[in-house]
């Protein structure tokens, strides 16, 4: 089963920028969304951006402005730019990613991936 392989985390000071990426281990077709989320220490996973089929992207309010989310077709790799980071983005990161294929009987099915998740951590 192919796996989403995520890298680009670390360490970085306030108002430094990092920039994750995210690209699956074999060969996905038929991808229409993707997204990334993120979890800080004893909180719920949340939504950080998603990139829909027609590369619109909605961004979590905490971010805007500061986050770009966006994806390379050709290398079928998804990435997310972070700058100006505060120390409240510190989490570990995970992109996520749909797709549809072709069953045994020939019939159209929903799949979905996770990334292993990568570390960002921003000093306060």
């Known amino acids: 089963q192919e796996q989403l392989v995520e890298s680009g985390g670390g360490l970085v000071q306030p108002g430094g920028s990092l920039r994750l990426s995210c690209a699956p281990s074999?060969?996905?077709?038929?991808?229409?969304?993707m997204a990334w989320y993120r979890q800080a220490p004893g909180k719920q996973r949340e939504l950080v951006a998603n990139?829909?089929?027609?590369?619109?992207?909605n961004y979590a309010d905490s971010v805007k402005g500061r986050f770009t989310a966006f994806r390379d077709n050709a290398n079928n790799t998804m990435y997310l730019q972070m700058n100006d980071l505060e120390p409240e983005d510190k989490a570990v990161y995970y992109c996520?990613?749909?797709?549809?294929?072709?069953?045994?009987?020939?019939?159209?099915?929903?799949?979905?991936?996770w990334g292993q998740g990568t570390q960002v951590t921003v000093p306060s």
């Open positions: 990139i829909q089929s027609d590369d619109r992207v």
């Open positions: 074999g060969s996905i077709e038929n991808m229409y969304a």
């Open positions: 996520y990613l749909e797709f549809c294929f072709l069953d045994q009987e020939k019939l159209w099915n929903r799949g979905t991936r």
